[in-house]
């Protein structure tokens, strides 16, 4: 999946396995994601579909929030482990997750992993959300 001795590895180890506890039978999509904050403490989450549709929260949102609400604010990288067997995907985070990652996460060093099971690509928040509005331009505004 990743490189020997790469330093996200059991991250993106731990998004397949929260993979297996998704919630999914509408779609059949599972996600899975493993959250690392800076002490080094991992919030896994995974994909929770509800039958009417707008109540569905994404794996990254779970974990996201799990780790928010233990009062965790120094956010370091994510893996995301969604597929659908049997085809050759990545699922990158929606852009809903991406404007959450942005309230916590610094865009230029916070890593995104994606895996499909087998390869994993791996980004920074800007390089997915460029140009993305946070509380830093709030906090302009209002000086």
């Known amino acids: ?14 998004a397949v396995e929260a993979r297996k506890r ?14 690392l904050d800076s002490n080094g403490s991992v919030y896994a989450g995974c994909n929770i579909e509800n039958a009417a549709f707008s109540p569905t929260v994404c794996a990254e949102r779970v974990a996201i929030f799990k780790a928010v609400s233990d009062g965790r604010r120094e956010l370091k990288a994510i893996a995301v482990a969604g597929w659908r067997e049997g085809a050759n995907s990545f699922a ?8 959450v990652m942005r309230e916590f996460c610094n865009p230029d ?5 994606i ?3 087998k390869d994993v690509i791996k980004r920074t928040l800007g390089q997915l959300l460029p140009d993305g509005f946070g509380p830093d331009n709030i906090k302009e505004e209002i000086k």
């Open 1 to 14: 999946m990743t490189g020997e001795g790469s330093p996200f590895e059991s991250l993106v180890r731990e």
């Open 109 to 113: 060093t916070f890593v995104i992993l």
């Open 92 to 99: 990158f985070p929606c852009g809903l997750c991406r404007q």
């Open 115 to 117: 895996t499909d099971g």
């Open 22 to 35: 998704a919630y999914a039978p509408y779609s059949g999509f599972l996600v899975g994601a493993a959250l």
